[in-house]
């Protein structure tokens, strides 16, 4: 049988309601080994070994738990018998993680992130299905190579596409630029391309303490006070939540052009949902980066990532912000 490793942080799909129709719950209640115990009547084809790596409302994830977490993963990873690892995480910092884990680690095994919409004691408690699809993904040779992969709702996800679109109902997950890139049920499993990774390294190394950026959010009436107030001495990074295409009021643009001459690299994402924020005439004078696909939390972690990486030249971080 196939060995995979079972790394749990907590969220939802370890949450306790205490009544199977409450509406509120506690995130991660339930220890991994009592996790695994449940999941072992399922009658996965898989070895699973489990580590608690942390047991955390996914609002609260952070650099110390992803120090954990990517150490772990790696352990597990260097494991010759370990093919593949599966991490329980709470969906509302879901994307982000994945999305860091995806550019810092190499793409020879699997590694699948999973949440649940609805606590464990909740009737249409989706966990269960969603772990055993994860298993079933992570257990596929095919998974190798697609970088980090997130499972929900009997989809599979890229983790640089994935978002989630809503905050409640278990098809609250969706992809953009591309959408799922694979159906899963626990007893199959269909991909619609082939790995794009395979043999691929780390784009980035790991970086212990990564440089604060702030995310600006523009809204009717924002304006350069908006931006200062944000802006501390500490910061490193700005990520506009731009309305539209990355745009924002005049007031506030001026101000972040201004942040901008003193050598903080900014970069124009978007509020709205879907769609592309691409480079436009002024952004060159301005100083300024175009987020392309990604939304303004991702944005914000590859721009840590270069900034770590010593990367600070806006047509340097445009240049990987094009690749992504």
Request: net charge negative; with cysteine.
């Amino acid at each position: 049988m196939t060995k995979l490793t079972v790394l749990a942080t907590g969220g939802t799909i370890a949450g306790i309601a205490g009544s199977a129709i409450a509406k509120d719950y506690r995130a991660g209640e339930i220890g991994i080994e009592d996790y695994l115990e449940k999941v072992g009547g399922l009658g996965l084809e898989a070895e699973l070994s489990g580590r608690q790596i942390a047991n955390i409302d996914s609002a609260d994830m952070g650099p110390e738990v992803w120090n954990a977490l990517h150490t772990a993963v790696c352990e597990a990873l260097d494991d010759p018998e370990c093919a593949g690892v599966v991490i329980t995480h709470g969906t509302d910092t879901l994307e982000e993680t994945a999305f860091l884990l995806d550019l810092t680690l190499p793409a020879e095994k699997p590694v699948v992130v999973v949440g649940a919409m609805r606590p464990a004691d909740a009737v249409g408690y989706d966990g269960l299905r969603n772990f055993a699809n994860a298993v079933r993904v992570a257990s596929d040779p095919d998974a190798a190579g697609r970088g980090v992969l997130v499972v929900m709702g009997d989809r599979v996800f890229a983790a640089r596409d994935v978002r989630k679109v809503r905050t409640r109902g278990t098809e609250a997950f969706r992809g953009f630029p591309r959408e799922s890139i694979g159906l899963v049920t626990p007893a199959s499993l269909e991909w619609f391309g082939a790995p794009w990774r395979q043999g691929g390294p780390a784009s980035f190394d790991w970086c212990d303490k990564l440089p604060e950026v702030v995310i600006v959010y523009a809204y009717a009436g924002f304006d350069a006070a908006g931006v200062e107030r944000q802006v501390g001495e500490n910061t490193r990074g700005i990520v506009v939540a731009g309305v539209g295409e990355g745009n924002m009021p005049e007031s506030a643009r001026a101000a972040l052009v201004a942040q901008a001459k003193r050598g903080l690299p900014v970069v124009r994402a978007s509020r709205a949902d879907e769609g592309l924020v691409d480079r436009e005439p002024e952004d060159t004078e301005n100083g300024f980066v175009a987020a392309r696909a990604l939304n303004p939390q991702k944005a914000r972690i590859l721009l840590q990532l270069l900034l770590a990486g010593g990367i600070t030249d806006p047509a340097a971080i445009q240049k990987a912000f094009d690749g992504r």
